[in-house]
């Protein structure tokens, strides 16, 4: 992590509007631009940039200001897990995935659950983790009295190492039902395997986890009451939700790809010896390529945020949510994953032809990009978003609430 880092943040007064925040979050950005390309070859657990994350207020955004949250929406929330992305696409799915797992509590629990959970991770600064993968075989949950019991394993834990808490899923033993719980994440028995070796996303500590009789009380179960749940069609919006996070890491870390290229561009690429200018700045080809790029990234960044602004709607009013409202919202989603994912790949992989050769050097870091964008935006197949907006299009058809829908 940079020597720079600033601690100034703690002594100074919270910003206040969603505006404010951006900006916190573009200086923390900035700190994290400073050494990115190094921490990313390095690879270590980045225990330095979540602490900068909490110094920076950013992970209590979403928190309650009664017990020193931010107060802010959803919409904010996407925009700062852009921002920050822009320097580190890594730390930009830490920091949004860490917004998902604390509003977890308010997705599935009831108010008494929530309430308590959103006090006291903004008064302690809780880093989330979480052990929720379906591809896996489902965790086994079983009753020992009045507490349950986590048994299993998981092949991708986001978080790990860095989060204070991690929030666990599993099935009730004998049951369908399914069992959300958040635990300490230096609980007994929980043991992150530290096997997370992929081409890109690298400091996610996304690796496996087993979960060896780790126990929690009944009373911890979101959603619960006398050993009951209680559904809300409000608990189907873990889906569009989490892809919206998705989608603004992918348009961050396309924004800081082209940045990060055209400060190259404008500082070290040489003009192509026939093409009878001095600079590369003044080449046709490579004025079309960053005008070409720029306008998709800002088409999709708007449509980013229209969605955005639609959930928040329906955040706002969580009894309201009807399967129908949901399915449409699930809709505009799908379109904008289909369409970040695209245009980040394109980003990432283009910015190479208005660079020039020596800009693949490993030292400038310039292939981080895309590996960060190629590794994650094969979490679910984007074939299957289109074909969402197809099937509605055509049969005016809605998608049902899955795992991935």
Known sequence: MSTATPTHWTTLPAPRTAQDWISRAAEVAAVLAADAAERDRAGATPYAEVQLLKDAGLV?????????????????????????AKADGSIGQLLGYHYLWFWAARLVGTREQWEQVEAEASRSRWFFGGAVNPRDKDVIVTEDGDDLVFTGRKSFSTGSKVSDVTVLEGVLEGTDQHVFAIVPSDSVGLTFLDDWDNIGQRLTESGGVTLDRVRTPWSSAAGYVDK???PRTYNTLNVPTIQLVFVNFYLGIAGGALETAATYTRTKSRSW?????????????????YGDLTAKLWAAEALADAVAAEGQKLHDDPDAVTPESRGAFEV??????????????????????????????????????????????????????????????????????????
């Open 228 to 230: 009951q749940f209680r």
């Open 273 to 289: 010896l026939h093409g009878g200018h001095e600079r590369a700045v003044d080449e046709p080809y490579v004025i079309d390529t």
């Open 332 to 405: 505009r989603v799908a379109a904008i994953k289909a369409r970040a994912t695209d245009v980040a790949l394109e980003v990432g992989n283009r910015i190479f032809e208005v660079t020039g050769a020596r800009a693949t050097a490993t030292s400038e870091g310039l292939d981080r990009f895309w590996r960060n964008v190629r590794t994650h935006t094969l979490h679910d197949p984007v074939a299957y978003k289109r074909r969402e907006v197809g099937r509605w299009v055509l049969e005016g058809e809605l998608p049902e609430p899955t795992w991935y829908s």
């Open 60 to 84: 209590t955004l979403l928190g309650p200001t009664e017990h020193g949250g931010a107060g802010q929406d959803w919409p904010t929330a996407y925009r700062v897990v852009r921002e920050v």
